[in-house]
């Protein structure tokens, strides 16, 4: 896009290009941040890269992406919740950067937009709720959300959304089975769900990461859990 040093396309190719062929098209001025299906990529494109890619036999495919393409579907329908709203007209929202967006390009659009997540080029934000729609014509913007509420968890329901009491009334209750749940930690051994139940693997690990783990628990609640 014109007065931009890079601007952001999906490229597809004919066919995914090796550690060495994603080298060989940065020096091209073609950047690769993300896979999608389809052997295609988000990706930066420089103006040298849009030159070079009619010469480039492995691209099948450069695809502007429109704004309308970075909003979820509750901001393009105009579903703004209750709980979306902060104080006056401004909207809670979620925006997604490509990764190769640098702090310091996203706090000029968004000011006061906060990170969300680290491993992600997510940012958090208060905005107008008039002007949502247009965060989406910036060129490094991905994608962009109404924030939602954290999930709450309540496993105690769970045995009635997957139907352990209609199995168990047939007369199928598990007994003799055993099962291996290899996740990020351990389960926590004195919930009383597991009782008399319940053996860790490797509890002689000396690795820092060796720790309880709610989600490890919360897995193993569903699977075997008595409650």
């Given at each position: 896009k014109d007065g931009l040093e890079r601007s952001h396309a999906i490229v597809q190719f004919k066919n995914n290009p090796s550690e060495e062929g994603k080298e060989a098209l940065k020096s091209q001025g073609i950047a690769l941040l993300e896979y999608l299906p389809e052997k295609s990529w988000f990706t930066a494109v420089s103006a040298a890269g849009l030159e070079n890619a009619a010469s480039i036999s492995n691209i099948y495919a450069i695809t502007?992406?429109?704004p309308e393409?970075?909003?979820s579907e509750a901001v393009r329908q105009d579903r703004i919740y209750t709980y979306v709203f902060k104080e006056g007209d401004l909207a809670?929202?979620?925006v997604?950067?490509?990764k190769d967006a640098a702090e310091e390009e996203i706090l000029k659009i968004m000011p006061k937009a906060t990170r969300e997540a680290e491993h992600l080029n997510l940012w958090r934000v208060?905005?107008?709720k008039t002007a949502v729609k247009n965060?989406?014509?910036e060129d490094i913007v991905q994608w962009v959300d109404f924030y939602y509420p954290p999930p709450v968890r309540h496993n105690d329901g769970s045995r009635a959304v997957i139907n352990v009491e209609s199995v168990q009334n047939l007369g199928i209750k598990g007994s003799g089975v055993t099962i291996a749940e290899w996740d990020g930690g351990w389960i926590e051994a004195t919930h009383q769900d597991f009782q008399g139940r319940l053996i860790i693997g490797d509890a002689g690990c000396s690795e820092p990461?060796?720790?309880t783990d709610p989600h490890a628990?919360?897995?193993?609640?569903t699977a075997v859990g008595s409650g």
């Open positions: 502007e992406i429109l393409d970075k909003l809670d929202l979620y997604l950067f490509f208060s905005w107008p965060l989406a014509d990461d060796c720790r628990t919360h897995v193993g609640g």
